[in-house]
Nanobody, 120 residues
Framework: QVQLVESGGGLVQAGRSLRLSCTAS????????MGWYRQAPGKQRELVAF???????GYAVSAKGRFTISTDNAKNTGYLQMNNPKPEDTGVYYC??????????????WGQGTQVTVSS
Protein backbone atom coordinates (compact mmCIF):
# COMPACT_ATOMS: atom_id res chain seq x y z
CA GLN A 1 0.00 0.00 0.00
CA VAL A 2 1.12 3.54 -0.68
CA GLN A 3 0.00 7.08 0.09
CA LEU A 4 0.11 9.71 -2.64
CA VAL A 5 0.26 13.40 -1.76
CA GLU A 6 -0.42 16.00 -4.44
CA SER A 7 0.39 19.68 -4.61
CA GLY A 8 0.54 22.50 -7.12
CA GLY A 9 -3.10 22.95 -8.04
CA GLY A 10 -4.91 26.26 -7.97
CA LEU A 11 -6.17 29.09 -10.11
CA VAL A 12 -4.11 30.06 -13.14
CA GLN A 13 -4.60 32.32 -16.12
CA ALA A 14 -4.73 30.73 -19.55
CA GLY A 15 -1.25 30.46 -21.00
CA ARG A 16 0.55 30.55 -17.64
CA SER A 17 2.49 27.38 -16.84
CA LEU A 18 1.60 25.20 -13.88
CA ARG A 19 3.29 22.15 -12.40
CA LEU A 20 1.55 19.49 -10.35
CA SER A 21 3.52 17.23 -8.00
CA CYS A 22 2.75 13.80 -6.58
CA THR A 23 4.92 12.33 -3.85
CA ALA A 24 4.63 8.66 -2.86
CA SER A 25 5.22 7.33 0.63
CA UNK A 26 7.55 4.66 -0.69
CA UNK A 27 9.81 4.00 -3.63
CA UNK A 28 8.17 3.17 -6.92
CA UNK A 29 8.40 -0.49 -7.86
CA UNK A 30 9.98 -1.48 -11.13
CA UNK A 31 6.72 -2.82 -12.54
CA UNK A 32 4.71 0.26 -11.57
CA UNK A 33 3.83 3.37 -13.51
CA MET A 34 2.55 6.77 -12.49
CA GLY A 35 -0.30 8.60 -14.16
CA TRP A 36 -2.47 11.68 -13.98
CA TYR A 37 -6.23 11.73 -14.42
CA ARG A 38 -8.61 14.64 -14.79
CA GLN A 39 -12.28 14.89 -13.96
CA ALA A 40 -13.98 17.93 -15.38
CA PRO A 41 -17.36 19.09 -14.01
CA GLY A 42 -20.13 16.83 -15.27
CA LYS A 43 -17.72 14.55 -17.12
CA GLN A 44 -16.12 11.16 -16.62
CA ARG A 45 -12.63 10.84 -15.24
CA GLU A 46 -10.10 10.60 -18.05
CA LEU A 47 -6.46 9.63 -18.27
CA VAL A 48 -4.27 12.62 -19.12
CA ALA A 49 -0.80 11.08 -19.07
CA PHE A 50 1.25 8.19 -17.74
CA UNK A 51 4.88 7.20 -17.49
CA UNK A 52 6.35 3.73 -16.97
CA UNK A 53 9.45 2.80 -15.00
CA UNK A 54 11.24 2.46 -18.32
CA UNK A 55 10.42 6.04 -19.22
CA UNK A 56 7.75 5.34 -21.81
CA UNK A 57 5.00 7.94 -21.82
CA GLY A 58 1.50 8.30 -23.14
CA TYR A 59 -0.74 11.34 -23.43
CA ALA A 60 -4.33 12.13 -24.13
CA VAL A 61 -4.79 13.91 -27.43
CA SER A 62 -5.86 17.03 -25.56
CA ALA A 63 -2.62 17.05 -23.56
CA LYS A 64 -0.05 16.03 -26.13
CA GLY A 65 2.31 18.84 -27.03
CA ARG A 66 1.36 20.97 -24.02
CA PHE A 67 1.72 18.73 -20.96
CA THR A 68 4.76 16.73 -19.90
CA ILE A 69 4.83 13.92 -17.34
CA SER A 70 8.05 13.05 -15.54
CA THR A 71 9.40 11.45 -12.37
CA ASP A 72 12.22 12.05 -9.93
CA ASN A 73 12.98 8.60 -8.56
CA ALA A 74 15.24 9.89 -5.79
CA LYS A 75 12.29 11.87 -4.41
CA ASN A 76 9.60 9.27 -5.13
CA THR A 77 7.82 12.08 -6.92
CA GLY A 78 6.02 12.50 -10.21
CA TYR A 79 5.16 15.72 -11.99
CA LEU A 80 2.76 17.01 -14.57
CA GLN A 81 4.07 20.12 -16.27
CA MET A 82 1.18 22.03 -17.78
CA ASN A 83 2.27 24.52 -20.42
CA ASN A 84 -0.18 26.79 -22.20
CA PRO A 85 -3.13 25.60 -20.11
CA LYS A 86 -6.57 26.35 -21.48
CA PRO A 87 -9.96 26.79 -19.78
CA GLU A 88 -10.97 23.34 -21.01
CA ASP A 89 -8.14 21.90 -18.88
CA THR A 90 -10.08 22.86 -15.76
CA GLY A 91 -10.94 19.99 -13.44
CA VAL A 92 -9.85 17.91 -10.48
CA TYR A 93 -6.52 16.25 -11.17
CA TYR A 94 -5.71 12.92 -9.53
CA CYS A 95 -2.34 11.29 -9.27
CA UNK A 96 -2.37 7.54 -9.76
CA UNK A 97 0.09 4.71 -9.20
CA UNK A 98 -0.56 1.49 -11.03
CA UNK A 99 0.48 -0.92 -13.73
CA UNK A 100 0.22 -1.52 -17.44
CA UNK A 101 -2.30 -4.20 -18.33
CA UNK A 102 -2.68 -5.30 -21.93
CA UNK A 103 -1.09 -2.07 -23.07
CA UNK A 104 -3.39 0.14 -21.00
CA UNK A 105 -2.61 2.07 -17.85
CA UNK A 106 -4.61 1.10 -14.76
CA UNK A 107 -4.20 3.02 -11.52
CA UNK A 108 -4.35 1.03 -8.28
CA UNK A 109 -3.76 3.86 -5.80
CA TRP A 110 -4.91 7.47 -5.86
CA GLY A 111 -4.01 10.82 -4.46
CA GLN A 112 -6.61 13.07 -2.86
CA GLY A 113 -7.08 15.15 -5.99
CA THR A 114 -6.26 18.78 -6.56
CA GLN A 115 -8.39 21.41 -8.24
CA VAL A 116 -6.98 23.19 -11.28
CA THR A 117 -8.96 26.12 -12.60
CA VAL A 118 -7.82 27.88 -15.77
CA SER A 119 -9.33 31.30 -16.32
CA SER A 120 -9.62 32.96 -19.71
Amino acid sequence: QVQLVESGGGLVQAGRSLRLSCTASRSIFRDEAMGWYRQAPGKQRELVAFITSGGNTGYAVSAKGRFTISTDNAKNTGYLQMNNPKPEDTGVYYCGLGVMIAGQYRAQYWGQGTQVTVSS
